[in-house]
């Protein structure tokens, strides 16, 4: 049983700034790659960042130089620092992580349940 839970989202300004953190917990021998991803009404989820276990990062262009991606190791946990808002990154914000498991060693990807983050003045 794994679960990602996350927290940090909210109401902000435009050119305000939000962390976002998710926490894997369960039966969970190491995590490989985490990421976040985003949906807004009526289109598809798309990705916003992510972070291979190394620290490796890849950004979808719309936040490059905005948004920064981390993960504590030590924690299981992945955050998402976002600076600069603008109204357009009102979404859903949702963790990804590709867990491998105890005791039957494979590799599954889970979801957070979503956060919701509004940029609006």
């Known amino acids: 049983q794994v679960e990602l839970v996350e927290s940090g989202g909210g109401l902000v300004q435009p050119g305000g700034s939000l962390r976002l953190s998710c926490a894997a917990s369960?039966?969970?021998?190491?995590?490989?790659?985490m990421g976040w991803y985003r949906q807004a009404p009526g289109k598809q989820r798309e990705l916003v960042a992510s972070i291979t276990s190394g620290g490796s990062t890849n950004y979808a262009d719309s936040v490059k130089g905005r948004f920064t991606i981390s993960r504590d190791n030590a924690k299981n946990t992945v955050y998402l620092q976002m600076n600069s808002l603008k109204p357009e990154d009102t979404c859903v914000y949702y963790c990804n992580a590709q867990i491998v498991l105890r005791y039957s060693y494979s590799t599954r990807v889970y979801w957070g349940q979503g956060t919701q983050v509004t940029v609006s003045s």
């Open positions: 369960g039966s969970i021998v190491t995590i490989n790659d």
